[in-house]
């Protein structure tokens, strides 16, 4: 494997993702990709959360309301996500990458493009109402991808 491909949303289980990512690529000796899918605006509003790897989310941003300057920052933020993320993990080589679509088909698409032998993922292990009224992306990653899966089970409360 030479190519292993990380998939970040900014939950506070994707410093647990990025860190068993680049373990695997560490030892492999592979290149690493971290991947943010951007999301409807709404989302990022919604986020509370500690900081993760060293960013403090978008929190500051939407206290005065989802304006248009903020809508048009939010590939801005998310680049700050995965720049601390890569200074984190401590590997300056780190590629980063943002794409934008349904998160699963951009992570397989992405992973097709960058010739990634391997996806990193995590499952938020939703269940109940939770599970039939959010998209399971690992689920869908799973079906579509035609390279290794690894799903790092994310248990939430």
Request: aromatic share 6%.
């Amino acid at each position: 494997m030479k190519k292993i491909l990380i998939a970040l949303d900014y939950e506070p289980s994707a410093e647990k993702i990025a860190e068993t990512g680049n373990a695997i690529a560490t030892a492999l000796n592979a290149e690493i990709i971290l991947l943010h899918v951007l999301a409807e605006p709404a989302y990022y509003s919604s986020m509370e959360y500690s900081p993760i790897m060293g960013y403090s989310g978008f929190m500051d941003s939407f206290n005065v309301g989802l304006t248009e300057e903020v809508k048009n920052n939010i590939s801005t933020l998310s680049q700050e996500f995965l720049d601390k993320s890569k200074a984190h993990l401590g590997n300056e080589n780190i590629k980063t990458m943002i794409t934008e679509g349904s998160f699963a088909d951009s992570i397989v698409k992405c992973a097709e493009n960058e010739q990634a032998d391997m996806i990193v993922m995590g499952s938020h292990g939703r269940r109940g109402l939770n599970k039939l009224l959010m998209e399971n992306v690992a689920e869908k990653v799973l079906q579509l991808s035609k390279v290794p899966v690894l799903v790092i089970p994310i248990k939430t409360i």
